[in-house]
């Protein structure tokens, strides 16, 4: 089985409320990237997404936009995330990884697709491509690669059938209207949504986009499976990256876990 | 020749032969579909286009001449060239065509507050325009250096009571203006309309303004008509994203005798490397919802770009050109800032008309494109917009001080 269905459907069995963790690969550095996965998993991390850096993110806030833009200028690339990931794998073969990025960036590797899973990726999720596509309609044949989907608050009911039946990996529930790091949770409309989202698949529903505090993640546990941190851990990044000492985020990510399983 | 153009296009899912599409977050889906199906309900519908009619004639001042410009013609010894005049147009460019279009769609669909981004500055003041008509709050974003170098078209934006975002990421070019206007979009959907500028971005946008620069296309054929008597032997126009190209261009496109020239901006040349002529020296790429002809690297990052002009500094270009170029239907070439100076100079000082700088690259193929043409035949250039923008970047380009 998939280790990122492995890991969830076992969280879900458990009761156990997952914990999605992103960072920029390559920000600040390559080893930086390999400490923090190691890092993130002994701080109670189920999955991590791996972003890999675009020139031009469109749904990021200011944020991961710079993140993306550090990470370039140290000239990261997909080819070199891959190593990374394989280097992680020597020491953890538990941990998900999901790929997320843009199309472009993919699309410009195609060759390295075949390599994703034997390099020890789980999973993709590409920001601007309709989640009703999957990975084989944009030519990335690789039955071992998950398809993880977005849906949003505007995401038609019609749609979140389509895009769930397309999905494999979980549900990626945008919490609000508007790019990463925002801040203007509803958490009614999140409910409601969730349950329609719900009804359509069985698949785990992740929410995540603007969540900070361990109050906005307990909130979102009572309706999600999990939640996904980005912005703030990238912000915890940047603001540790002149001594590398990353204890805070991981403490940080210790009490997240602990209040999305109160 | 273009017997293998398919006709009708975009298809059901936005593609011109492989390029277009929607690639978007997800966000923005919904709009983007009630946006397409409030344009498809009212497109035919005779009021609709009264109301457009009316706008264009009364507001905007269409139709625009078709001026014979005998100085030009002489000098060049070839074909007779005429010269159809968007830059009378209200606002001074083609660009207001499309603003008037959108936004009644705009009103169509309750929205309240107008996003816009833009290069040169003439399709922010185009919207800036039509929004101050309506009362709409309207944001327009624009790179920091095309604040800069387009500072009084930034001016007449305020003028209009709309407010400039400068966008200071990236590059700070057309580009980066456009990921900040989709970021706004993402996060105000709900009361907010997206009037995107040229033929870029995703489904239905590339067809939604071409149809309604069109009408440009629509009265050239009349007027040749009128003034000669056949359809034009060739049709010039600058390509930023495509949209005043694509608006002359498209009503001929099934009448093969017309040959249809493109011209991009091919700033220091294109083996530089520093020029934005992605038709001619990029790969089919996605960016900003649409896959095209980019400029980008090995990675799929995309490249910066440098050009003279602020409205043609763009790595990307509208889909349906891609299409065209690849099915032969228009050709597109590549002219250095240089040749586009020097095609200004000649515009005015032999027509005594100043181009915009990104209309004055359509000329500057002139020497090469008449070269192989005699004087029964007629060519016909897009003056798409006039150059009042530019005095300022011009002098300080050739070192003369204003002050
Ligand atoms: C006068 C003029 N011509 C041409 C363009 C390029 O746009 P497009 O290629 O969409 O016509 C601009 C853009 O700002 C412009 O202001």
Not at chain 1, 30 to 59: C, K, M, R, Y
Not at chain 1, 158 to 166: G, L, Q
Not at chain 2, 245 to 263: N, R, S
Request: proline share 4%; hydrophobic share 35%.
């Amino acid at each position: 089985m998939n280790r990122l269905t492995k890991v969830l459907s076992q969280n879900k069995e458990n009761n156990i409320k997952s914990l999605v963790a992103y960072l920029v690969a390559g920000d600040p550095c390559e080893e930086s990237t390999l400490e923090l996965l190691n890092g993130f998993a002994l701080s109670g991390v189920d999955v991590i997404e791996v972003g890999v850096p675009f020139s031009d993110p469109i749904a990021e806030g200011p944020i991961i936009q710079s993140a993306h833009d550090r990470s370039l200028k140290n000239g990261t690339n997909l080819k070199k995330i891959l190593k990374i990931i394989k280097s992680f794998r020597k020491s953890n073969s538990h941990t998900p990884i999901v790929l997320m990025g843009y199309i472009n960036g993919f699309l410009a590797n195609q060759s390295e697709f075949s390599n994703f899973s034997q390099h020890g990726v789980d999973g993709v999720l590409i920001v601007d491509v309709p989640g009703e596509y999957s990975l084989s309609d944009i030519g990335f044949q690789n039955d071992s690669i998950l398809s993880v989907s977005l849906i949003s608050p505007t995401t038609s009911k019609e749609r979140v059938s389509d895009i769930c039946n397309a999905s494999s990996g979980f549900i990626y529930y945008i919490t609000l209207r508007g790019v990463t790091g925002a801040n203007k949770i509803n958490v009614n409309e999140i409910h409601e949504n969730l349950l329609t989202i719900k009804q359509s698949t069985d698949l785990p529903v992740l929410a995540g986009f603007g969540i900070k505090t361990k109050e906005d993640a307990t909130e979102i546990s009572k309706l999600a499976d999990g939640v996904i941190i980005g912005s703030q851990v990238v912000e915890m990044i940047k603001n540790s990256a002149s001594n590398k000492d990353f204890k805070k985020i991981y403490n940080y990510l210790k009490e997240i876990k602990h209040s999305i399983n109160l | 020749m273009s017997s293998n153009y398919e006709k009708n296009l975009p298809n059901q899912e936005g593609y011109f032969g492989e390029y277009g599409g929607k690639y978007v977050p997800e966000t923005l889906m919904l709009a983007l579909s009630e946006l397409e199906s409030t344009y498809l309900s009212v497109k035919g519908d005779l009021d609709f286009q009264k109301e457009i009619d009316k706008d264009l004639s009364s507001f905007v001042g269409r139709p625009s001449p078709l001026y014979f410009a005998e100085r030009l013609t002489k000098k060049y010894q070839g074909p007779k060239i005429w010269l159809k005049r968007e830059d009378l147009n209200h606002t001074g460019a083609h660009k207001i065509n499309n603003t008037v279009g959108q936004i009644i769609l705009a009103k169509m669909m309750g929205k309240s507050r107008i996003i816009a981004e833009t290069g040169a500055g003439q399709h922010g003041v185009a919207t800036a325009t039509v929004a101050a008509r309506l009362g709409l709050d309207c944001h327009i974003y624009m790179g920091a250096e095309d604040v800069q170098r387009q500072s009084l078209n930034v001016y007449r934006i305020k003028l209009l009571g709309a407010k400039v975002h400068p966008v200071d990421s990236g590059t700070s070019t057309l580009k980066d203006a456009l990921n900040e206007a989709i970021r706004d979009w993402v996060t105000n959907v709900d009361d907010t309309y997206y009037i995107i500028g040229s033929v870029t971005g995703p489904h239905p946008y590339p067809m939604i303004v071409r149809d309604f620069n069109a009408i440009v296309g629509r009265e050239l054929i009349e007027q040749a008509n009128n003034n000669f008597g056949k359809n034009p032997d060739a049709i010039i126009a600058c390509v930023g994203g495509g949209s005043n190209a694509i608006g002359i261009f498209h009503p001929f496109i099934d009448k093969d005798e017309v040959e249809l020239i493109g011209v991009e901006a091919g700033g220091e040349g294109i083996k530089s490397g520093k020029h934005a002529a992605p038709l001619n020296d990029g790969k089919p790429g996605i960016l900003h919802g649409a896959k095209s002809y980019l400029m980008q690297d090995a990675d799929g990052q995309v490249m910066s770009t440098s050009s003279i002009s602020a409205g043609l500094d763009y790595p990307g270009v509208g889909p349906e050109h891609s299409y065209l170029k690849d099915v032969g239907r228009a050709k597109y070439l590549a002219v250095t800032d240089q040749e586009v100076m020097k095609a200004f100079h000649e515009l005015s000082e032999l027509e005594g008309i100043i181009p915009a700088l990104e209309t004055a690259h359509a000329f500057a193929v002139l020497p090469e494109v008449c070269s192989k043409m005699d004087s029964s035949q007629n060519i016909v250039l897009n003056v798409s917009g006039r150059g009042d923008k530019d005095i300022s970047s011009v002098a300080s380009i050739e070192g003369i001080n204003l002050e």
